[in-house]
């Protein structure tokens, strides 16, 4: 399992499966090979939809994200 972590508080947000993290990685930026740590909004988890996101993820995000409708997390393996 993976888990998720807010990275401002290091708050547990939730757990995925490898194959929603690998649908993160491959649908959102990363600044090198060992980033582990990303940025999200409401529009993005939108696009994120359109793409396919499974929507067990797609809820997990969308409780995460904070009242500006934004979340900065990291992933680490459990």
Known sequence: MI?????????????ISEEQLAFLIS???????DDV??????AMIDLL??????AAL???LRQAV???GEIEF?????
Do not use: P, S
């Not at 649908?27 to 090979?33: F, I, P, Q």
């Not at 939809?49 to 499974?54: F, S, Y």
């Open 58 to 60: 797609v809820a997990l």
């Open 66 to 68: 904070d009242e500006n």
């Open 3 to 15: 888990q998720l972590f807010n990275k401002e508080t290091d708050a547990l947000i939730g757990e």
């Open 74 to 78: 990291r992933w680490e393996r459990a």
């Open 37 to 42: 740590d990303y940025y999200l909004d409401e």
């Open 49 to 54: 939809v359109e793409d396919g996101a499974d």
């Open 27 to 33: 649908n959102l930026e990363e600044e090198d090979v």
